[in-house]
């Protein structure tokens, strides 16, 4: 366990600020009046997200690999990062849906079939917590290696 102290705290401090961010994005309004803007305004967590990955591989470089990492080291530790992640994922949404915003699905449904962008019947299969928490977890485990693969190879050091 002592070997990925470093990709656990960097997961538990993304998964706290994924919920303030989702926090932020309530109280801007973007799941409710303004649900329209959530699906672009969402994505600029992704700057977030990257700021955590580089600062988390650079830690572990510094730390663990005495300032010295291969591209391999630092993509395994991000790698570990992002499975860490996508098991939070789930449990996140959870509180999400269920504390922060209770009302998002339902104020998605809404918007995408009375702008008739969905049939009801499919959107209540696509915007739902299930669906969300599978979702959540895929992308946080596959953007997340992605992720890990670049800046590990811009923070590699011989």
């Known amino acids: 366990m002592k070997k990925f102290k ?9 998964t706290l600020i994924f ?7 309530q109280l801007m309004g973007w799941h409710g009046e303004s649900i329209e803007k959530e699906a672009i305004y969402t994505n600029l967590f992704g ?26 080291q630092g993509f395994l ?13 789930p449990f996140v949404q959870f509180v999400v849906h269920t504390f922060i915003s209770p009302d998002f699905f339902k104020n998605l449904i809404d918007y ?18 299930s669906t969300y928490m599978f979702q959540s977890a895929f992308f946080a485990l596959s953007a997340g290696i992605v992720t890990a693969a670049i800046v590990a190879l811009i923070l590699k050091k011989k």
């Open 6 to 14: 470093i990709e656990v705290k960097w997961a538990i401090i993304f």
């Open 19 to 25: 919920l303030a961010w989702m926090s932020f994005e």
């Open 47 to 72: 700057i977030l997200a990257i700021i955590i990955y580089v600062i988390e591989i650079r830690e572990k470089r510094e730390e663990y690999y005495n300032g010295n990492m291969n591209w391999q």
């Open 77 to 89: 530790s991000g790698s570990i990062l992002s499975v860490i992640i996508a098991a939070f994922m």
């Open 112 to 129: 995408n079939v009375s702008n008739d962008l969905m049939k009801t019947d499919i959107a209540e299969q696509y915007f739902n917590l």
